[in-house]
Each structure stands twice: as structure tokens, then as C-alpha cells.
T-cell receptor
């Protein structure tokens, strides 16, 4: 089974531009989450989508947005880029299920998109 | 809120040495606990997990036990190899309460020397 794929792998933009990143989850997975990784802040949760609906959102400004399509593929968009948006953006997919009465949430990560804002 | 605290790195060991990376957590509710590993230039790979108290997760010689009484999930390996050099992240989520997003520790870099 193919893993999570993210495109593009590398991206260079300038301040003020906008950018769209894409994520294709593992086949059959319906939940997609996005995370930002920076040296200073570490790994931070951006948002989660399930069945085309945003279910959870992290503490990021409204410039960060996302969506999910009917085939579970997801995109995230960052508008009016700032230097501080330079980061590795990671996408993770999961197939939420219950096992032994407990809800499980094992997330599988893609290789990430390295965004550099100049 | 939820939080995860890991020991500061880098941790530098010789090949075949014993590894321990400490991880403690704070969470409301009953979290699931994870260890992820990140190799240079790559995304995160799930190394092991535990979903209830006293569960032991294990994979590739790594082990961690979910200790509810000490709110800990320390990662151990009996004999490290150069190929284990990577950054290790402890994480939790509390899916039953709807907090499905992973909360990560700051990561611990492991360097194994031949």
C-alpha cells in the first residue's frame, strides 16, 4: 500500500505571496492532519479534516487554511506569506477506529514539504 | 492543556550502548502515547505506541511502557546501532475526548558513533 505523498517537496516563495500544498493520504484513510515543524517551535498542529469537514484546528492565524476533497486528498493554503512561515509542513493520514473499547488514532506521516519564504 | 516533556539532546552514544530517552506527559483524560522517529530529510515514522496503562510498545528493538502512575513513557533500546541516529519524538493524543491531534515533545537527537 502506498504511503502518504506530499507535493511539492520543496518550495521557495517571497513575502506576500500565497502557496498551496497538497497531500494524498494512504488509500482508505479518511482523516488528514497537517503539522508545521520549525526549529524554534517544534511540531505544531494546524488542522484536521475528516470527510471533507474540518474537525479540529490549532492555534494559527486565519492566513492558514485547508480543505479536503471527496477522495480524501487535502490541500493547505497559506496566504500573505511571512518569513516566519518558513518550515517543514507535514501531512498525516489515519483511519480512526475503535479497538478494545478505545479509540485509536495512529497517524502516518508523509515526507513533508519544505517551504522557504524569502 | 496537554503537554509532553522530553530530555534535552543531543544524546551521543557508542554503538551497542544502552539507550534511554525520558518522556513525561500531562494530559486531561486518558491519552494514547507514541514514539516517532525522524531521519534526516524525512518525515516522521511511527516507532511504537501504547494505548492503555502498563501496555508495552515495542518495535525494532525499541521498547516503551505506559506508566500512568508516573505519567511517563520512556524509550529504551538495549544495544543501539549507527543506523539509529535520528531525532526521536514522544507524542500523545486523547482521541476519546475529540483531541485527536498529536501533541509532541521537543524531540531528542540521538547520535550513535561507531
Amino acid at each position: 500500500k502506498a504511503g502518504v505523498t506530499q507535493t511539492p517537496r520543496y518550495l521557495i516563495k517571497t513575502r506576500g505571496q500565497q502557496v498551496t500544498l497538497s497531500c494524498s493520504p494512504i488509500s482508505g484513510h479518511r482523516s488528514v492532519s497537517w503539522y508545521q515543524q520549525t526549529p524554534g517551535q517544534g511540531l505544531q498542529f494546524l488542522f484536521e479534516y475528516f470527510s471533507e469537514t474540518q474537525r479540529n484546528k490549532g492555534n494559527f492565524p486565519g492566513r492558514f487554511s485547508g480543505r479536503q476533497f471527496s477522495n480524501s486528498r487535502s490541500e493547505m493554503n497559506v496566504s500573505t506569506l511571512e518569513l516566519g512561515d518558513s518550515a517543514l509542513y507535514l501531512c498525516a493520514s489515519s483511519f480512526p477506529r475503535t479497538s478494545g473499547g478505545r479509540s485509536e488514532n495512529e497517524q502516518f506521516f508523509g515526507p513533508g514539504t519544505r517551504l522557504t519564504v524569502l | 492543556g496537554d503537554s509532553v516533556t522530553q530530555m534535552e539532546g543531543p544524546v551521543t552514544l557508542s554503538e551497542e550502548a544502552f539507550l534511554t530517552i525520558n518522556c513525561t506527559y500531562t494530559a486531561t483524560g486518558y491519552p494514547s502515547l507514541f514514539w516517532y522517529v525522524q531521519y534526516p530529510g524525512e518525515g516522521l515514522q511511527l516507532l511504537l505506541k501504547a494505548t492503555k496503562a502498563d501496555d508495552k510498545g515495542s518495535n525494532k528493538g525499541f521498547e516503551a511502557t505506559y506508566r500512568k502512575e508516573t505519567t511517563s513513557f520512556h524509550l529504551e533500546k538495549g544495544s543501539v546501532q549507527v543506523s539509529d541516529s535520528a531525532v526521536y519524538f514522544c507524542a500523545l493524543s486523547v482521541p476519546l475526548t475529540g483531541r485527536r491531534a498529536l501533541t509532541f515533545g521537543s524531540g531528542t537527537r540521538l547520535q550513535v558513533q561507531p
